[in-house]
């Protein structure tokens, strides 16, 4: 037997179903009660074109998708050289390929990597009368030759085609069981045992479902939107569900359009949002500001992609969190959030609901391509716990609408907020400096007085909420990792692996990047002897963090400066070069002495 820990890819062509074998097994495997993980990759044009998907099954809840392949599945080769620098063949990985499409010549991969030829496309024209279905069988070999549970696939298949009647369902799904009968045939295979006795309800969903999930719980009544890679889902999820809850969609004709929409609606006493990706950012910052001189409440989900301008809009990145922090134009105050898993992504939905309706700011919900796109097993959520986060907006009082100060001076920087209809609770909401009536001002005092108003929500944010942190490893760590969003998992299992080695690590992962959690995070900086960040950027967080927190003296960076994933095994290399530095520097300052 062998660790049940297996990580999978499919490769093909654009129309060969490489994301529906994928979608099917992430879903037939939850059935019997498995955790996985599937990333998906295309090339830059969105639509047609190569893809892939990456797989990490496992009995329990998966935390990153996994450095090398166990097998790989290619449905063609004729693009498979695009993903040369994706795909990571273990040493003593497998290749299923079509026995009719040979491999290149000139393919590399180690020396022992095991190539099976399998006639995917002959198989599925004898049995359906096309090749339409050798994505099915090349599906049921991959599960045969890992013992895969069969019963799931049965319905996940029925579900898949289910709008295509009766007798597709079963052609594919005989297919799905040609597949498993030519694996299971083969006699040199090892044998794996995936039982678990544990089947608790589970949830499958991308990122982007996720939040639109917490978002919905949360309360929001409008969203208005454009579509953007990679946050399209976001809105499609809301255009298929809001009118189902009798809630307001709208799809704009641009960025601009959708955020105004939402503030709009905001000003009419609802929970709005919209959501976008980093060109659409730009675009809607202008109107963040005005969210922020108006007080308010907006949530601006932003899923990265590579950029700058439209990048490579199907890769991820974190190099959109100098724009999240400081993007905008004079001293706008607003909240950054961001989501380190599906799970944590609605969560944050939620938090970022709560924390706009209180204190009546943008809230910035930065998430990004790996996270909103791939698609996740993950343990039912306990949403009755996320019930308290769920507030409604405070209106006016009788007494406060007597002389009604929309934008009153308060300890909190937060004033009543009134909407239409609301008898004299009549006011101006303008991008223009006002008076605490919303009367036009240039007055220079009352301005600078405004400006310290709304930025003394940053600090009653601090006083008042917990910072979002999430932390791992040991408690008096020598050695210490800061991270943000979706590269929680990765480093989650780097500490995990090296605390087996008896090394003294801790990470503090941030789902608040601002107001920045100073004290925490310092009180969890100031006894390490040395700190590795990590960031899928060029050196934005590091310089994000050296601009209000003490870094140890023996501090690196590991970054991703592409669109690469980082692997559990680079994280650990790069945690024992921080440690090394460490001991190079204290064997100089005894040598010193």
């Not at 990580?7 to 037939?28: D, N």
């Not at 024209?125 to 049965?154: M, R």
């Not at 085609?161 to 799905?176: E, H, M, P, R, T």
């Not at 090296?498 to 608040?512: F, H, N, W, Y």
Request: charged share 20%; with cysteine.
């Amino acid at each position: 037997m062998h660790e049940e820990d297996s990580t999978f890819a499919i490769v093909g062509s654009g129309g060969e179903g490489v994301v529906s074998a994928g979608e099917i097994l992430i879903h037939a495997t939850a059935r019997d009660g498995l955790y996985s993980m599937m990333v998906k990759s295309y090339g830059p044009q969105i639509r047609g074109g190569e893809s892939l998907a990456q797989i990490r099954l496992r009995k329990t809840p998966v935390l990153c998708q996994g450095d090398a392949l166990d097998a790989m599945v290619v449905l063609s080769w004729s693009n498979f050289h695009r993903f040369a620098g994706e795909v990571r063949l273990g040493a003593r990985g497998i290749i299923m390929h079509d026995s009719e499409d040979a491999p290149p010549p000139n393919l590399k991969v180690p020396d022992k990597v095991r190539f099976v030829a399998v006639p995917f496309a002959a198989t599925s024209k004898q049995i359906t009368g096309g090749a339409q279905a050798k994505n099915l069988v090349a599906l049921g070999f991959l599960a045969g030759w890992f013992d895969l549970p069969q019963h799931g696939f049965a319905e996940a298949i029925r579900t898949r085609f289910a709008k295509k009647g009766g007798a597709v369902q079963q052609s594919n799904f005989s297919a799905f069981q040609a597949g498993v009968m030519l694996a299971q045939a083969e006699t040199t295979r090892r044998r794996y045992n995936w039982t678990v006795s544990n089947h608790e309800a589970k949830l499958v969903l991308t990122g982007n479902d996720a939040v639109a999930l917490g978002s919905l719980f949360a309360g929001v009544k409008f969203f208005a939107g454009y579509p953007i890679t990679p946050a399209s889902e976001i809105m499609e999820w809301m255009a298929r569900e809001l009118p189902r809850f009798d809630r307001v969609f709208v799809q704009t004709e641009d960025e601009i359009a959708a955020v105004t929409m939402a503030i709009g609606a905001s000003f009419a006493g609802v929970k709005a949002m919209t959501a976008t990706s980093g060109p659409g950012l730009s675009l809607m910052t202008e109107a963040i500001g005005l969210a922020a001189m108006a007080e308010l409440p907006l949530v601006v989900v932003d899923v990265q992609r590579a950029g700058p301008s439209t990048g490579i809009p199907t890769k991820t990145t974190q190099a959109d969190l100098y724009h999240a922090v400081f993007g905008g134009h004079g001293n706008l105050p607003r909240v950054v959030l961001a989501p380190t898993d599906a799970a944590d992504a609605i969560t944050l939905a939620v938090h970022a609901f709560y924390l706009a309706e209180k204190y009546q700011l943008p809230v910035l919900l930065l998430t990004d391509q790996f996270l909103g796109q791939r698609l996740e097993v993950i343990p039912q959520v306990d949403f009755a716990a996320l019930q308290p986060k769920v507030i409604t907006r405070t209106l006016p009082t009788a007494e406060e609408l007597q002389h009604y100060q929309r934008f009153k001076f308060t300890d909190s920087g937060v004033s009543p907020i009134s909407a239409p209809g609301i008898k004299n609770g009549m006011y101006t909401a303008a991008g223009i400096e006002h008076d605490e009536t919303g009367r036009p001002t240039s007055n220079a005092e009352l301005d600078e007085k405004m400006t310290r108003k709304r930025a003394l929500k940053s600090e009653t944010i601090r006083k008042q909420e917990p910072g979002l942190l999430w932390r791992c490893g040991d408690q008096d760590p020598e050695i210490g990792i800061l991270a943000w969003g979706s590269t929680k998992g990765v480093v989650q299992e780097a500490v995990a692996r090296l605390q087996r080695e008896g090394r003294k690590v801790a990470a503090m992962v941030l789902r608040q990047l601002a107001p920045l959690p100073v004290t925490p995070l310092q009180d969890f900086l100031t006894p390490l002897e040395g700190l590795l960040i990590v960031e899928m950027a060029d050196r934005q967080f590091y310089n994000y963090l050296k601009s209000q927190l003490n870094l140890p003296h023996n501090t690196r960076v590991h970054q991703h400066l592409g669109a690469t994933l980082f692997t559990v095994q680079e994280i650990i290399e790069a945690i024992k070069e921080v440690d090394a530095l460490w001991e190079t520097t204290l064997q100089q300052t005894i040598a010193a002495m």
